[in-house]
């Protein structure tokens, strides 16, 4: 990245140096002839004012300019090479006449027979008077050389000045563009890794469904060929029946599960927000599985304030129900589960056996859990915490999962208001 500041610092040199050389160009190539034709410009202007009446101050004040004016009578013409005394142009005196009769002014720049340059402007004032008004061009040569000399003076002498700005500048300009570049780098990075993970995603998702969908399948069609094979004794069928139609309930909730899901990940499904008891919401799942606790003697700890919160009651209903599915289908043998409900969050624990942080992604994945068969006695299709997490997510509900080793438990907290509380401990629980 670093080749982008020494490409700006290249990039304002060229365009630093490039202007330089192009001016100095310019001003070698065209300054002079443009100097000189200001100053035709000017000697035209005086030979405009110049009457008889102001020709001696008109001419006083152009000498101080290097400008000289000369009133002569038009004779002067007259005779051979008489009037070459008074101008120094290399032109015939039979074409000077020539050229003053078709035009009443001549203007020229040429080197005269002193060898020295000159602007010479030739007028024929009156029938009787011709002016003649000259200007050196040397000056304007030498203050031009003079000039460009000392500005080439000035570029190599403001060499190192110049090359320390661009590098300031290139490093100030670059830097910005470097860090923005290496996050939009790093972002696209991130973006590639995503895509690939959620490529392996979708089709470790694909394996697995079709792994979920194979038993029962298999169980179907195995029964099914048997009955229709007369293998099974008509005394049987009811029980085989029986089972046919429990894999049929199993595939059918994989399945919805399935779309509900898919629906839920692609943001397709409708929220319906209403004002929800959630004190009633744990209470009326938690009666779902009374039978469980009872049966399976666990231990379960309840401090439930009355809050509402304005949500969907199905889909937060659901949410918490996996939870607490998740909760009885993995509690060690312990067997004890804390949930707890306050205007902050909502938080169901359970005791559990030791969980590694590096482990925790991967239980809210799909099928994470395909082979362990305690969650299917309570309707689990291996996408639990999968849901959750993508029903907390469509419900603008921060959440937080971990486990606490202090007191070897599973910790899954809701937080009602979108602030990540302090994690909370097990003590000062109403016993129920």
Known sequence: MKRISFKIFLFLNCLTYGFIGLYVLINYLFLEDYQISLKKKELATLAKEYNHKNYFSLRENSQQKGIFLRELPLNVLEGENKFKKFHPLKISQEELEERLKNSQEIIETQVGRDNINRIILIKKVDSEKLLIVTASVAPITEVIASTLKFFIYIIIFSIPFNLYVAYKLSMRMGRPIESELLALNDQLKKELEKQKQSEIFRKNFISNVTHELKTPVAIIDGYSEAILDGIISPEEIPSICVNISKEAFNINALVQELLFYSKMESGYIEIKKENISLKKLLENILSRYVVDFRVN?????????????????????????????????????????????????????????????????????????????????????????????????????EYQFYYEEKTGEVIFKILLRGERNEKISGDDLTHK
Do not use: C, H, M, W
Not at 314 to 334: E, F, H, P, S, T
């Open 297 to 397: 003697t666990i231990t379960l700890n309840l401090k439930l304030e009355d809050i509402y919160l304005e949500s969907d009651r199905k889909l937060l209903g659901r949410a918490l129900n996996n939870i607490i599915i998740n909760a009885l289908a993995y509690v060690d043998l312990r067997k004890k589960i804390d949930i707890i409900l306050n205007e902050n969050e909502i938080v169901i624990k359970n005791t559990s056996d030791d969980l590694k942080e590096e482990n925790f992604q991967e239980y809210f994945k799909p099928f994470s859990k395909k082979k362990d068969k305690k969650i299917r006695k309570y309707g689990g299709t291996g996408l639990g915490l999968s849901v959750v997490s993508e029903i907390l997510r469509n419900l603008s509900l």
